[in-house]
């Protein structure tokens, strides 16, 4: 799906995250209990899918002082999608990763407030019919919302996906443009401001652009 607003994820972290210039006489935060993402095990049923978090990655894009992108992710997504095509992907923020320990730091206790929302959550709908009826290697486009809940405050995104069948029990969903993620909308500009002043910048973008590869197994 692609976004044509500003509006998952979360992922509004990006513009923010690259903000924060690492300071090396802060000590590390003590890392705040998450949900368990581990691979779930059990079996997925018949019609439904379930990510494949190890062949996954959601992606976002920080802007500051209105020139400068970086590139970071999440490493701890998880997500299913039933048998009706009910989509549901959840987001661990303690999982964000910036390159810079300090700055993920940062992003965790200034800007996602981890303590009080460990995760971010999106909702959407596919058509499993069609979906399940494309040949391997065929692919369909979907035009959609998305409803993200993050930092306490749940929005609707537009978006443009790409649900490509790679074999008879695995499809692969991908963002065909960026979903914009408007920080001001999930009550965050205060914490893209801190962070701004703390790493002494002038401007971190509340736009953020978020990707997306997720790969499914199922029936």
Not at 4 to 25: D, E, K, M, W
Request: charged fraction near 20%.
């Amino acid at each position: 799906m692609t976004s044509r607003h500003p509006g998952l994820i979360a992922l509004l972290t990006a513009a923010l995250l690259a903000a924060c210039s690492p300071g090396a006489s802060e000590p590390p935060a003590p890392t705040v209990p998450a949900a368990d993402t581990a691979q779930d095990e059990r079996p997925v049923e018949a019609g439904a899918w379930r990510l494949d978090s190890a062949n996954s990655r959601l992606s976002f894009t920080s802007i500051k002082n209105n020139t400068v992108t970086e590139v970071h992710h999440f490493d701890e997504l998880s997500g299913t999608v039933d048998a009706d095509g009910n989509a549901t992907l959840q987001i661990v923020l303690d999982s964000v990763r910036t390159g810079i320990d300090i700055r993920d730091q940062r992003l965790r206790e200034m800007l996602f407030e981890t303590g009080r929302f460990a995760l971010a959550t999106a909702q959407l709908s596919v058509d499993p019919a069609a979906s399940r009826a494309l040949p391997p290697g065929a692919h369909l486009r979907l035009r959609t919302d998305v409803a993200l809940d993050l930092h306490g405050l749940t929005n609707r995104l537009p978006a443009e996906l790409r649900i490509t069948r790679l074999d008879d029990r695995t499809w692969l969903v991908t963002s065909e443009q960026p979903l914009v993620v408007d920080a001001t909308r999930f009550g965050l500009i205060n914490g893209i401001d801190a962070l701004r002043q703390v790493a002494g910048l002038q401007a971190i973008g509340s736009g953020i652009p978020v990707t997306l590869t997720l790969q499914f197994t199922g029936g």
